[in-house]
């Protein structure tokens, strides 16, 4: 049996097929693996692991589950390598326009710089 669900977070719209004897058993673990994953490596919502770390940025250190680590270190590793299109650290800018969201718009120069300056 196949079945279809849409679950919208982290900025955007999931769809998942699941074809199994026991579809709405599937739909219900990925569903709460995707609630895990957002609250752990979302950039969108504040309360995230991955944000929790940007807020205590320079204040105080975060302890945060060896995935959450182990996608940043990955993230760090090729943002560096020579060349990339990788950056992970461009964050501010990315979330300034706020894509996939209600409140989505174009920044002014001003925000924009600022958030530059973030990204380093």
């Known amino acids: 049996m196949q079945l279809s669900h849409s679950v919208k977070m982290m900025g955007t719209i999931i769809d998942i097929i699941v074809d199994s004897d ?4 599937h739909i219900k673990e990925v ?3 995707l609630t895990v994953y957002k609250n752990r490596f979302s950039a969108n919502d504040n309360d ?3 944000m929790i770390i940007n807020h205590n940025a320079g204040i105080a ?3 945060v589950h060896p995935d959450l680590f182990e996608l940043i270190e990955l993230g760090k590793t ?3 390598l020579q060349p990339s299109n990788l950056d992970i650290a461009i964050g501010p800018l990315v979330q300034s326009w706020r894509i996939g969201f209600e409140d989505a718009k174009v920044p002014d120069k001003e ?6 300056a973030l990204a380093n």
């Open 31 to 33: 569903c709460h693996l």
């Open 111 to 116: 925000n924009i710089q600022k958030a530059i």
């Open 48 to 50: 995230s692991e991955l």
């Open 78 to 80: 090729h943002s560096l």
């Open 22 to 25: 026991t579809p709405h058993q």
């Open 61 to 63: 250190p975060v302890t």
